[in-house]
């Protein structure tokens, strides 16, 4: 069984390599950074768009605290912890990396609005394994489910740095 499972890994991340390469960059358009409230208040510029992340940060705070005091969850699995511990970091990020973008929206900034979203989302779909499928399957999927979120976020950014020095 652990081979299989090796196996399909790198089916995976090979399938993922190849679309990644064969599949053109998409762009970002500069509509994309243009938000509804460019209001500053106390000197925060995109105020409500900044300011809105912050409850990320407490239910991510919150959620991590609450993974590990108590078993307040009642999660039974050991991979269970992990992956809801690295899903609200996530969250948690999401707020910093989030405000950090909207104080200045760009598409460089936009790396860090995308990359902590990504990790909360990757989490999920190990938790999905671990809680559906396997929990040994899943908590050893959730390395490899986190590294390809980032490297196509990576990739997201290197590609669409190379479209935009091919226009100029």
Not at 57 to 70: P, Q
Request: charged fraction near 15%; hydrophobic fraction near 55%.
């Amino acid at each position: 069984m652990r081979k299989r499972t090796v196996l399909a890994w790198l089916v995976a991340v090979v399938c993922f390599v190849v679309l990644m390469i064969v599949t053109p960059a998409i762009p970002q358009s500069q509509e994309y950074h243009d938000f509804a409230d460019q209001r500053t208040f106390f000197g925060i510029p995109n105020a409500l768009n900044v300011i809105s992340n912050f409850p990320f940060m407490i239910i991510g705070l919150i959620g991590v605290i609450l993974c590990h005091h108590g078993n307040y969850f009642k999660l039974s699995l050991q991979g269970e912890l992990w992956g809801w511990t690295c899903f609200y970091v996530g969250v948690a990020a999401v707020a910093v990396g989030s405000s950090y973008y909207h104080l200045k929206p760009d598409d460089a900034r936009l790396v860090w609005d995308r990359l902590p979203m990504t990790i909360a989302f990757t989490s999920i779909v190990a938790i999905f394994i671990i809680e559906r499928i396997d929990e040994r399957k899943g908590m050893i999927s959730i390395i490899p489910l986190l590294l390809i979120g980032i490297i196509s976020i990576v990739y997201w950014r290197q590609a669409y740095s190379f479209v935009l020095l091919c226009t100029v």
